[in-house]
């Protein structure tokens, strides 16, 4: 009888030698750190093209405002070479026209009671803003002027009020009084905000940023805050426009 052949035995496959798990180890690692640079370049370029994207619409904005400021003043100018200033029961024929401009752009709320509130669109973006309003009777035309100091932002802050530099050796402050800011949802977020009707020190401070065009907000705590900003040369105008306003009412009682 024929010898039977011996069945060889299976292979083993080799395992791979610990330096080329090493190796495996370290370009698995390279690999992941380039994506995650990658993801966080992406992500930086996009910040810094909706930074960039902001800062020119505001650019934009500011301009359109500006030169809307100096054809209303042109306007003013032509009107009152025109017509000399005449005399009506509630006040000169000049300064309703002029009120009648100023009041084109805001928004006009019904109180009730023939009382009208006069402002501009409310701030929409987290920050720190003052946005003042007026509110006048059209029964006995008297005017009551007020600023409303807010907050918006994700979470509740304990809002203190802000400070105002027109320059660097002038600050004003708007500090609530005990209890009275009030928190609200909105989109996004929340809204804290205190109102105050406005004295001679806080007209003082809006009568000044408005006629110096710039002006600094800040978020009054320790070690400083994001919220800290320079308010836009729009801020600065409608600011202007509701002194100007107030100052047109009030001369009439």
Known sequence: MAARKKKRAPRRPKRPSKFKKVLKIIGCTILIVAFLGAAG?????????????????????????????????????????????????????????????????????????GRILYSYVPPTEDGIYIVPYIIRSTTDGSVLFYVSVRHLGTTPQGFPGVDV????????????????????????????????????RTL??????????????????????????????TECTQIEHMVELFDLWRQKN
Do not use: W
């Open 165 to 200: 530099m027109t320059d660097e050796e002038t600050k004003y402050s708007f500090r609530p009084e005990a209890q009275q800011v009030t928190t609200t949802p909105r989109d996004g977020g929340i809204t804290e905000s205190f109102d105050e009707q406005v004295n001679a």
């Open 41 to 113: 370049a992406v992500g930086y370029l996009a910040a810094n093209h909706y930074h960039e994207t902001k800062v020119a619409l505001q650019a934009k904005k500011d301009a359109q405002e500006a030169e809307r400021k100096a054809q209303r003043q042109a306007q003013e100018a032509r009107e009152k070479a025109r017509h000399p200033t005449k005399k009506s029961a509630v006040g000169d024929a000049d300064s309703l026209d002029e009120a009648g401009t100023l009041t084109q752009e805001m928004e006009k709320k019904d109180l009730g009671d």
């Open 204 to 233: 003082k401070a809006l009568r000044d940023v408005g006629q110096m065009g710039s002006a600094k907000i800040i978020f009054p705590r320790e070690g400083g805050s994001n919220d800290d900003r320079v308010l836009t040369a």
